[in-house]
């Protein structure tokens, strides 16, 4: 079993609408969590990351975290052509600096 | 600007003739990290590096060596390429060992033949 597993697409939405991207993992002992944003040939950027249980928004993108589950997601609402990438999710299991990532998801927003 | 860089952005090698590719930042980060990413397999930490003269594995350290003389570079170094090491490769930075931020570079497409 992967350490960190996402779905890896196409994730196809149309334009304005929310598209839910999901990550599980499978240490429960994982502290913090990230979502990073790839476009195709570029290096990745951060979006968000998440620590506590719940929701944390920034914007049009909202992270949530249910350690119980072990799942944290990413929603994009009002999704727009320039959200077109691919989504990383990431943790890390302590203060050590290392980061685990998925595969990616990769998303598609249709004019 | 606060940026990581990375050199070359390409390289097309030979097996096992050694080359370095050399990361830079300007934000005075202590972490700095190397990753590969390929496809189906997403982005594998090789080595990461806490601070000046420390250094620790990642998830696939083989082939490769780092060093971290100075806080600003973290050389990556392929003392003998193979194929298997063809890959885009990311050099990251942050401030914190928590990496909120982890600021990546521009990426270096090696290919070894």
Request: net charge positive; proline share 5%; hydrophobic share 30%.
């Amino acid at each position: 079993q992967k350490e960190v597993e996402q779905n890896s697409g196409p994730l196809s939405v149309p334009e304005g609408a929310i598209a839910s991207l999901n990550c599980t993992y499978s240490d429960r002992g994982s502290q913090s969590f990230f979502w990073y944003r790839q476009y195709s040939g570029k290096s990745p950027e951060l979006i968000m990351f998440i620590y506590s249980n719940g929701d944390k928004e920034d914007g049009r993108f909202t992270a949530q975290l249910n350690k119980a589950s072990q799942y944290v997601s990413l929603l994009i609402r009002d999704s727009q052509p320039s959200d077109s990438a691919t989504y990383l999710c990431a943790l890390k299991r302590n203060q050590g600096g290392k980061l685990i990532f998925g595969q990616g998801t990769e998303l598609s927003v249709k004019p | 600007e606060a940026q990581v860089t990375q050199n070359p952005r390409y390289l097309i090698t030979v097996t096992g003739k050694k080359l370095t590719v050399t990361c830079s930042q300007n934000m005075n980060h202590e972490y700095m990290s190397w990753y590969r990413q390929d496809p189906g397999l997403g982005l594998r930490q090789i080595y990461y590096s806490m601070n000046v003269e420390v250094t620790d594995k990642g998830d696939v350290p083989e082939g490769y060596k780092v060093s971290r003389k100075e806080k600003r570079n973290f050389p990556l170094i392929l003392e003998s390429p193979s194929p298997n090491q063809t890959s885009l490769y990311f050099c990251a930075s942050s401030g914190t060992s928590g990496g909120e931020t982890q600021y990546f570079g521009p990426g270096t497409r090696l290919l070894v033949l």
